[in-house]
C-alpha cells in the first residue's frame, strides 16, 4: 500500500488507491508510478512534460509507432457507424474481411480465424480448439497439454498452467494433464551469440521422453512462444523449433506458437514462423494485431483442423466458445487500418533490414559491469545483467529506471533488460537507446 505520508495530495491518493495495478507488486510499491500522458512516433510525454523514447513498443505491441491518425480515425468512424454487433449466428462484414487479410499474411494454411480480445483469451482459445479437435475425431484421450518452463501464456487457467513462471502460478490452482517442456537459455554455451543460439536444437528431444511417459495417444498439444519475451527474450536455437515440428507431427500432436509478440513483423517476417521457416497447426496472435491500440487477440489455424473439429465422427462435438466481444467491429476496424499501415510502409520486413545494425549496436554494450550476456534477433533483444546476490531484480529495476528518468523506457524482467521498439524506429533512436542504456548500466554497476 501507499504509505499517506508519500502522497502528493488528498484527491490523487484516493485516485492512486483504487486502481488495482496489474502485474505490480502493489504490496511494496510505494512510490508514485510514472504516468504516462501524451504519445507520438516514437516517443511517450508524461504528466510532467519530459519525452520518453519508447524501446520497448509500449508492452510489445506499439509495432507501428504511436499515435497513428490513420488507426484513430478508423476507431472513430467505426464507433459512429456501428459500435457493436453480435457475431453469435450472425455477423457484420469487418471480421470476416480481417480474418481473410490475416490468412492473406499468414504461414501457409493458417487461413482460418478465431477472434479474442487479448493474448490470454487466444491461449486458452488454442488449448481448447486442440482438446476439442482431438475429441471430434474420435482421439478423446488426448488431453494433456504441454507447455515449456519460463514460458509466458497469458494470464487464463490455461495460460498460467501451460506457462512456466513460478509466480504466475503460485497463488492458484491450475489445470491437471500439463507437463513441461525444458527452457532453451544456456549462459554457458550460449552467452553473447549474435542472432540465434547454435547450441540446444536437442532440447526439443525432451518431448521424445515426455511421449514416452505419458503416451503419444494422450497428449493434445504442445504450446511454445517462438522466443519467449516475457521471460527475458529466450530465444530457439537453430534446429530447435524444427524438431518439436518433426516429433509433434510424427506423434499427430497439435503445436501451436504464441506469437503474440513475435506476430506482426517483431522479428522480421509476418510471423516467426516464416522467419524460422517451420508452420504449425495454429498459432495465436494479439498486441500489434491492432498496433496496441483497441485490444484485440486472435487464433489462426489451419483449415484441416477446423475441418476435421467440424466433420469428426463425434457428432456432438462442437466447439461452443466464443466472446460476446469475438470481432468487434471497433476492434477489427483497428486491426484492418493498421494492417494497412504494415503494408504501405513495409513494416512487417523491416525489423530484418534492421537487424544487422541492431545487433552491431546492442552488442557495443558487451564488457560493461556486470552484462553476462546479450541476445538479439529481428528488432528484439536483451541485455543479460548478473544478479545482486542478496537483491534478485534490484539491478534490472535500478537501471529500468534509471532509463526512464533520463527519457528511455525499457522493460526489466529481473535482472534481464528486455528491448522491441517500435518497428518505424530510425538510426537516431537505435542510437539514443544504446547510448543511454549504455551509460545507465556503466553507473549502476
Ligand atoms: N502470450 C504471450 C507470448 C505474451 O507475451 C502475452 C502478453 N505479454 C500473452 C500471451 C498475454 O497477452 P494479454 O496480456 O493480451 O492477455
Same mark, same amino acid.
Given at each position: 500500500?501507499?504509505?499517506?505520508?508519500?502522497?502528493?495530495?488528498?484527491?490523487?491518493?484516493?485516485?492512486?488507491?483504487?486502481?488495482? =495495478?496489474?502485474?505490480?507488486?502493489?504490496?511494496?510499491?510505494?512510490?508514485?508510478?510514472? =504516468?504516462?500522458?501524451?504519445?507520438?512516433?516514437m516517443?511517450?510525454?508524461?504528466?510532467?512534460?519530459?519525452?520518453?523514447?519508447d524501446?520497448?513498443?509500449?508492452?510489445?505491441?506499439c509495432?507501428? @509507432?504511436?499515435?497513428?491518425?490513420?488507426?484513430?480515425?478508423?476507431?472513430?468512424?467505426?464507433?459512429?457507424?456501428?459500435?457493436?454487433?453480435?457475431?453469435?449466428?450472425?455477423?457484420?462484414?469487418?471480421?470476416?474481411?480481417?480474418a *481473410?487479410?490475416?490468412?492473406g499474411?499468414?504461414?501457409?494454411?493458417?487461413?482460418?480465424?478465431?477472434?479474442?480480445?487479448?493474448?490470454?483469451?487466444?491461449?486458452?482459445?488454442?488449448?481448447?480448439?486442440?482438446?476439442?479437435?482431438?475429441?471430434?475425431?474420435?482421439?478423446?484421450?488426448?488431453?494433456?497439454?504441454?507447455?515449456?518452463?519460463?514460458?509466458?501464456?497469458?494470464?487464463?487457467f490455461?495460460?498460467?498452467?501451460?506457462?512456466?513462471?513460478?509466480?504466475?502460478?503460485?497463488?492458484?490452482?491450475?489445470?491437471? %494433464?500439463?507437463?513441461?517442456?525444458?527452457?532453451?537459455?544456456?549462459?554457458?554455451?550460449?552467452?553473447?551469440t549474435?542472432?540465434?543460439?547454435?547450441?540446444?536444437?536437442?532440447?526439443?528431444?525432451?518431448?521424445?521422453?515426455?511421449? %514416452? +511417459?505419458?503416451?503419444?495417444?494422450?497428449?493434445?498439444?504442445?504450446?511454445? *512462444?517462438?522466443?519467449?519475451?516475457?521471460?527475458?527474450?529466450?530465444?530457439?536455437?537453430? @534446429?530447435?523449433?524444427?524438431?518439436?515440428?518433426?516429433?509433434?507431427?510424427?506423434?499427430?500432436i497439435?503445436?501451436?506458437f504464441?506469437?503474440?509478440?513475435?506476430?506482426?513483423?517483431?522479428?522480421?517476417?509476418?510471423?516467426?514462423?516464416?522467419?524460422?521457416?517451420?508452420?504449425?497447426? =495454429?498459432?495465436?496472435?494479439?498486441?500489434?494485431?491492432? %498496433?496496441?491500440?483497441?485490444?484485440?487477440?486472435?487464433?489462426?489455424?489451419?483449415?484441416?483442423?477446423?475441418?476435421?473439429?467440424?466433420?469428426?465422427?463425434?457428432?456432438?462435438?462442437?466447439?461452443?466458445?466464443?466472446?460476446?466481444?469475438?470481432?468487434?467491429?471497433?476492434?477489427?476496424?483497428?486491426?484492418l487500418?493498421?494492417?494497412?499501415?504494415?503494408?504501405?510502409?513495409?513494416?512487417?520486413?523491416?525489423?530484418?533490414?534492421? *537487424? *544487422?545494425?541492431?545487433?552491431?549496436?546492442?552488442?557495443?554494450?558487451?564488457?560493461?559491469?556486470?552484462?553476462?550476456?546479450?541476445?538479439?534477433?529481428?528488432?528484439?533483444?536483451?541485455v543479460?545483467?548478473?544478479?545482486?546476490?542478496?537483491?534478485?531484480?534490484?539491478r534490472?529495476?535500478?537501471?529500468?529506471?534509471?532509463?526512464?528518468?533520463?527519457?528511455? +523506457?525499457?522493460?526489466?524482467?529481473?535482472?534481464?533488460?528486455a528491448?522491441?521498439?517500435?518497428?518505424?524506429?530510425?538510426?537516431?533512436?537505435?542510437?539514443?537507446?544504446?547510448?543511454?542504456?549504455?551509460?545507465?548500466?556503466?553507473?549502476?554497476?
Open positions: 500500500m501507499n504509505s499517506p505520508s508519500r502522497k502528493p495530495s488528498a484527491e490523487s491518493a484516493t485516485r492512486l488507491d483504487s486502481f488495482w =495495478m496489474p502485474f505490480t507488486a502493489n504490496r511494496q510499491f510505494k512510490g508514485r508510478p510514472r =504516468m504516462l500522458q501524451s504519445a507520438e512516433g516517443f511517450y510525454t508524461d504528466t510532467e512534460g519530459r519525452q520518453v523514447l524501446g520497448t513498443a509500449g508492452l510489445w505491441c509495432n507501428a @509507432g504511436h499515435g497513428r491518425r490513420e488507426i484513430a480515425e478508423a476507431v472513430s468512424r467505426q464507433i459512429s457507424q456501428m459500435d457493436f454487433a453480435p457475431t453469435f449466428q450472425m455477423g457484420h462484414p469487418l471480421p470476416f474481411e480481417l *481473410e487479410q490475416l490468412a499474411i499468414a504461414p501457409p494454411g493458417l487461413n482460418r480465424v478465431f477472434f479474442t480480445n487479448s493474448g490470454s483469451e487466444a491461449v486458452d482459445t488454442a488449448l481448447k480448439i486442440a482438446l476439442a479437435y482431438h475429441r471430434a475425431r474420435g482421439e478423446g484421450s488426448r488431453r494433456l497439454l504441454i507447455g515449456r518452463e519460463l514460458a509466458y501464456h497469458g494470464v487464463g490455461g495460460g498460467i498452467s501451460v506457462g512456466g513462471i513460478a509466480n504466475n502460478r503460485r497463488a492458484y490452482t491450475t489445470l491437471p %494433464n500439463v507437463d513441461h517442456l525444458p527452457h532453451t537459455l544456456d549462459l554457458e554455451r550460449n552467452a553473447f549474435r542472432g540465434l543460439p547454435v547450441n540446444g536444437a536437442e532440447q526439443a528431444d525432451h518431448l521424445e521422453r515426455l511421449v %514416452n +511417459l505419458h503416451g503419444a495417444e494422450n497428449i493434445a498439444a504442445v504450446i511454445v *512462444e517462438p522466443l519467449s519475451g516475457s521471460a527475458g527474450v529466450i530465444l530457439p536455437p537453430v @534446429g530447435y523449433l524444427q524438431r518439436l515440428r518433426e516429433i509433434t507431427r510424427r506423434h499427430g497439435v503445436l501451436i504464441d506469437e503474440v509478440i513475435t506476430g506482426f513483423g517483431r522479428v522480421g517476417a509476418p510471423f516467426a514462423a516464416q522467419r524460422w521457416e517451420v508452420v504449425p497447426d =495454429m498459432l495465436t496472435a494479439a498486441k500489434g494485431l491492432t %498496433n496496441g491500440a483497441i485490444p484485440m487477440g486472435a487464433v489462426l489455424l489451419h483449415s484441416a483442423l477446423q475441418d476435421a473439429l467440424m466433420s469428426g465422427p463425434e457428432q456432438q462435438i462442437e466447439f461452443f466458445h466464443g466472446y460476446t466481444y469475438s470481432g468487434h467491429p471497433v476492434a477489427a476496424a483497428a486491426a487500418a493498421t494492417l494497412e499501415i504494415y503494408r504501405s510502409e513495409q513494416l512487417l520486413t523491416r525489423a530484418a533490414d534492421l *537487424e *544487422e545494425d541492431w545487433q552491431t549496436l546492442l552488442h557495443s554494450l558487451a564488457g560493461l559491469p556486470n552484462v553476462v550476456d546479450i541476445r538479439n534477433t529481428g528488432l528484439v533483444g536483451a543479460h545483467l548478473a544478479s545482486r546476490e542478496n537483491s534478485p531484480g534490484s534490472g529495476y535500478e537501471v529500468f529506471e534509471r532509463c526512464f528518468r533520463e527519457g528511455l +523506457l525499457v522493460r526489466c524482467t529481473g535482472d534481464i533488460i528491448l522491441s521498439p517500435p518497428l518505424i524506429i530510425e538510426p537516431g533512436h537505435m542510437d539514443r537507446i544504446i547510448d543511454t542504456l549504455g551509460s545507465v548500466i556503466q553507473r549502476t554497476a
